[in-house]
């Protein structure tokens, strides 16, 4: 009986791992490039999935495959975003990455950027609605795209622990996968809406 239930499982978590990881490389990779597809929320989905497999492999190559994905997306991004700098015209996406990147989020990323180069990558990933502004002040101080991919790789291994630790926290404490899949994307969603909501209050208070 064991081994006939081991027979059956081991090609269901083989085609999992031919789906889902292309599925969510791709998914991650897209929402770099054009940001309204929720990836913090799909890592974190994905590392609850990840917990509940018996595969020791899950988790490790979830993080490869969502970091290279946020990665090459952000490197893919930028060079667009160069060559609307360089270009007569501009560049559809780099309007894009203007049109979410309020004005003074912009400032403030310039003079972080200033104050403390490539090292504020980081922080860019880690903060919601803090990449583009960030990605938009090293296109407008011109930053070689080599400087900006020393900057950016740690910022998407950061990235991509961090939101992979919410999923696995949600794996942890809810026996059912669907249970910590939904607290993981609730949990993503409140920290995504927070400062979008601490800007509101601020604006507010002053007026």
């Given amino acids: 009986m064991f081994l006939a239930v081991t027979d059956t499982a081991v090609p269901a978590v083989s085609t999992q791992h031919a789906v889902g990881y292309p599925t969510l490389f791709l998914l991650v990779l897209i929402g770099a490039l054009v940001p309204v597809v929720p990836t913090g929320a799909l890592v974190s989905s994905a590392a ?39 270009s ?16 003074d989020r912009l400032a403030q990323a310039r ?11 980081v922080l860019s990933r880690l903060v919601p609605a803090g ?4 990605m938009l002040a090293c296109l407008m101080a011109e930053m070689p795209l080599r400087r900006f991919a020393r900057g950016n790789f740690p910022a998407c ?40 909501l601490w800007r509101k209050v601020r604006r507010a208070a002053t007026q």
Avoid at 115 to 121: E, F, K, S
Avoid at 131 to 134: D, E, F, T
């Fill in 157 to 196: 291994l950061a990235w991509t622990v961090t939101y992979q630790l919410i999923g696995i926290l949600g794996g942890a404490l809810f026996a059912q996968p669907w249970e910590g899949v939904l607290a993981a994307v609730v949990l993503t969603v409140l920290i995504s809406a927070v400062p979008g």
């Fill in 48 to 86: 609850v999935v990840a917990v509940h497999q018996t595969a020791a492999v899950s988790l490790p190559l979830l993080f490869a495959v969502a970091s290279a994905a946020a990665f090459l997306g952000d490197m893919a991004l930028y060079w667009l975003g160069r060559r609307g700098m360089r």
């Fill in 131 to 134: 990449r583009l502004p960030v």
């Fill in 111 to 121: 003079r972080k950027l200033d104050d403390h180069g490539v090292t504020v990558l």
């Fill in 88 to 103: 007569r015209n501009g560049s559809r996406w780099l309007e894009a990455i203007r049109r979410r990147a309020p004005e």
